[in-house]
């Protein structure tokens, strides 16, 4: 088990390598001297040279490659010109919104598709698969945002149930935080949702087939059982994958949703810093999102790992 | 230099081919998406002609007025035509979904069938910059690009084409992996081909099907991602129509005008609708195990 593990972060390391010189690259391609853009709109010479040392801006730019890397080592990712914060602490402040948004539509994505996944398979080229089928390709086409404007029109605009934007925290008001969070979070799931339905629905037919099945079938369990208790649990494992690797899309997701109901999260804080031509968060967090998706995806391999015993850790056949 | 058993497998690939068009025209619902992105590409080519109003002409006289016989589906803030924007937006859509996957295509599919072909150290570093791309969550790498090569729909499409890249690596690469198995490039390795006359006339067209279907799939996330940019201010710029630059200002206007959002949103969603229906029947056609 070691082994497979070490081998997987070895993997990892080479890509973060690249992931950071991308990400460097990408400030370069900013047109014009960097030294002005970080300034913002102080445009004072003494703070532009306070800057061009700061951050060794006439240095060749391998070296000041390795300087900014020896930086992000040691946990700093700058600061923000617009509020002086370290981006590390603004992406710390900003991440459990998007975290506490993330898990709920987690959640209501995993409500929705597992059991419709499971009837659709259940009850394959029937009119609920059809439907099914045809909700789980809307979910994928339907833009986010625009779902979120169209829910905010019926819900809180025409009906008054839930309100409309705006964030509350959940350690202030529970309640109040779930009202507010509920639309937003499943305007995010959807897509989520789809994605989970149209493989939980293939993996459910795929295991459907298998001689286990038609054994406990012919044992004489009863229909529903042998779905629920034997289909099922094998079923799950590659929806959990899955899963695993929708999570660079829920932040994608969570960047239009921010945005539509006004939460204050990771996803706003981007769109808020672009704008404000506020380059060395808008460098953090990219940097940031790449470097959590390598981690989590490196759990998630090493868990599907403890959990299936049929992975072998050598690399050849178990 | 001709290579021994060339013909009989243009014969195999062109029976191939011709199943999986009968399979897929025996698909209704793939048929009837081919038909609705027919419409909006008719609908973009000929937006000067079929727009009734010039799409970013303000008219301070009619804002915000509601559907009527005058404005089909109403005017926005400025008093433009809502029909006539919706009809010109298709153009951005369209461009963008179309443009950005030729730039994707472009750059995944020759590294796909450099790091498949040639393995070792070479496909190590393609596949290791592969996975760096995928590590950044799409939007959040087009929003930076786009943020730093300037908001434009140019630099939109060019941001979501290098987004895109990766999933065309990952498959070409997968694609020429199990071509390059086969009997017919072992031999015409064996008759001495050079590697790039394999490439071209036996990898490449073996993975042409489902190249298509990503680029199909492709499209209708490209279309999602350009309103999206635009959405957040990052692709087209006002006052040129644009369905996701549309919404962007229709949010502000929900409670005055709600019409103002729903005709660029459901527009999106039946033209991504029609491409993914379309991937999906083009898959089914090419995939014989189904």
């Known amino acids: 088990m070691l082994p497979f593990i070490f081998q997987r972060i070895f993997t990892a390391i080479p890509t973060l390598i690249i992931v950071t010189v991308m990400v460097f690259s990408i400030q370069r391609l900013l047109p014009g001297d960097p030294a002005l853009i970080l300034a913002g709109e102080e445009q004072d010479p003494q703070v532009i040279e306070y800057i061009r040392d700061k951050y060794r801006l006439n240095d060749p730019i391998p070296v000041q490659y390795f300087a900014w890397l020896g930086q992000v080592l040691q946990g700093n990712l700058g600061q923000s010109i617009r509020t002086n914060q370290p981006v590390t602490q603004l992406i710390f402040q900003k991440l459990p919104v998007t975290i506490e948004l993330a898990l709920i539509s987690i959640l209501i994505a995993v409500l929705i598709s597992i059991p419709v996944g499971v009837i659709s398979a259940v009850r394959k080229n029937s009119l609920i698969d059809y439907t099914g089928t045809f909700f789980a390709l809307s979910g994928l086409s339907i833009p986010n945002f625009w779902l979120g404007i169209m829910l905010i029109l019926l819900i809180s605009v025409r009906w008054d149930l839930l309100p409309a934007s705006g964030f509350v925290p959940f350690n202030e008001e529970p309640l109040e935080n779930l009202k507010r969070m509920i639309m937003p979070a499943f305007v995010l799931g959807t897509g989520l949702a789809a994605v989970l339905m149209r493989q939980m629905r293939s993996s459910m037919l795929e295991v459907l087939k298998q001689d286990y099945i038609r054994t406990a079938e012919a044992k004489g369990l009863i229909k529903h059982l042998v779905v629920l208790r034997h289909a099922l649990r094998n079923a799950l494992i590659p929806v959990i994958t899955i899963l695993g690797l929708q999570l660079g899309g829920l932040l994608s997701g969570a960047v239009l949703t921010e945005q539509v109901f006004t939460i204050p999260g990771f996803g706003k804080l981007v769109v808020d810093a672009v704008f404000n031509r506020d380059y060395a968060v808008v460098q953090g967090v990219v940097l940031f999102t790449a470097a959590a998706y390598i981690f989590i995806n490196l759990l998630v391999d090493v868990a599907y790992a403890l959990a299936n015993p049929r992975i072998s850790f050598s690399g050849g056949k178990s | ?290």
Do not use: C, H
Not at chain 2, 1 to 28: D, H, T
Not at chain 2, 46 to 70: C, E, G, I, M, N
Not at chain 2, 188 to 194: I, L, N, Q, V, W
Not at chain 2, 270 to 290: E, H, I, Q, S
């Open chain 2, 1 to 290: 230099m001709s290579v021994q058993g060339l013909e009989p497998l243009k014969a195999r690939r062109f029976k191939i081919q011709n199943r999986a068009l009968r399979r897929f025209l025996s698909r209704p619902v793939a048929l009837i998406a081919g038909l609705v992105i027919l419409f909006f590409v008719i609908i973009a080519v000929f937006a000067p002609q079929l727009a009734p109003y010039d799409p970013a002409k303000p008219d301070f006289v009619s804002v915000r007025k509601p559907p009527s016989d005058t404005y089909l589906l109403g005017t926005d803030e400025n008093g433009r035509d809502i029909l006539s924007r919706v009809i010109y937006g298709a153009r951005a859509s369209l461009v963008a979904g179309v443009i950005s996957v030729f730039i994707a295509v472009l750059l995944g599919v020759p590294f796909g069938l450099i790091s498949g072909y040639y393995s070792g150290f070479l496909d190590e570093v393609i596949m290791r910059f592969t996975d760096a791309l995928l590590a950044f969550p799409f939007l959040i790498l087009a929003v930076a690009l786009a943020a730093a090569l300037g908001p434009s729909l140019t630099n939109a499409m060019i941001a979501i084409g290098i987004a895109s890249t990766p999933a065309f690596i990952r498959l070409t690469r997968g694609q020429v992996l199990s071509v390059k198995a086969e009997e017919f490039v072992q031999a015409a390795k064996a008759s001495g081909a050079r590697d790039w006359r394999i490439i071209l006339l036996y990898v490449l067209p073996n993975s042409f099907a489902p190249i298509l279907v990503q680029a199909t799939v492709t499209i209708a996330g490209a279309i999602i991602a350009e309103s999206s940019l635009s959405f957040l201010g990052l692709g087209v710029q006002p006052p040129t129509p644009s369905w996701g630059g549309m919404l962007n200002v229709a949010k502000n206007y929900m409670n005055q005008a709600p019409w103002m959002a729903v005709w660029p949103g459901l527009s999106i969603f039946v033209t991504v609708l029609a491409f993914n229906l379309f991937g999906d029947g083009l898959r089914d056609a090419f995939d014989p195990r189904d």
